[in-house]
């Protein structure tokens, strides 16, 4: 960085630099479980949030869910969240997205422009804060033995955590019509647990499949504190 500004956080990694665009919250909201139909043509539990945005990302809270498909026209992107909750519960989202398109509110702060005149960061925005990275691996055995144990992460009380799906969780059995095993993550208050949920889904095989022991493909979420947004 040959001028400008650069703040690095207490571990040395940079925190704010003009080549670096924040995320922030740019929408919230809640929607309820419900009975859906899903890509592949399937009935299952979940439910839909569309946001607008350039690469939102989106997190949840209030009930085990994951990201199993999304699908963009334009600016709008469509989230399905599949769950395992009563139909009638609720879950509260959040979408962060690049800094670039933010609108600041009037008033003091701190702005940081990338080279392209575009917005790296505005200290009034509300920011993306991820805590950890908990992957989800494991499955609870052959069929009939699921779901696996469940795995609680726990955060410093007082806080409200949510999660975001980087790479949902994928293993299948059944004949035809093939039952899906994903990974759901949890986050009640200060924690988040996660658990394995089922859908259906297109067939990927045909023939009898036992459960692997293991997921074909990891669930992988992202824990970010929302607290007080």
């Not at 200290?123 to 993306?128: D, E, K, M, N, V």
Request: aromatic content about 10%.
């Amino acid at each position: 960085m040959p001028a400008g500004i650069q703040i690095l956080n207490t571990t040395g990694s940079v925190q704010v630099d003009e080549t670096y665009s924040n995320f922030y919250l740019t929408a919230k909201g809640s929607v309820t479980i419900a009975d859906i139909t899903i890509a592949s043509g399937a009935s299952t539990r979940g439910a839909m949030v569309t946001v607008n945005g350039s690469s939102p990302l989106l997190a949840w809270r209030g009930a085990p869910a994951t990201v199993q498909y999304v699908s963009r026209i334009g600016n709008s992107w469509t989230y399905t969240l599949l769950s395992s909750a009563a139909n009638g519960t609720a879950v509260h989202w959040y979408a962060f997205d690049s800094c670039e398109n933010y609108a600041p509110s009037v008033g003091h702060g701190l702005q940081v422009f990338r080279a392209d005149g575009k917005l790296a960061f505005d200290s009034t925005a509300l920011f993306l804060r991820p805590k950890q990275l908990i992957t989800r691996s494991v499955l609870g055995g052959s069929y009939g033995g699921m779901p696996g144990a469940a795995q609680t992460y726990s955060f410093p009380a007082g806080r409200t955590m949510s999660a975001v799906n980087l790479q949902p969780g994928a293993s299948a059995s059944g004949t035809y019509e093939i039952t899906h095993a994903t990974a759901f993550a949890n986050p009640q208050s200060n924690q988040i647990t996660m658990t394995d949920g089922f859908y259906a889904g297109p067939v990927i095989a045909e023939g009898p499949q036992p459960w692997a022991n293991a997921y074909l493909q990891p669930g992988r979420f992202l824990a970010v504190d929302v607290t007080g947004y």
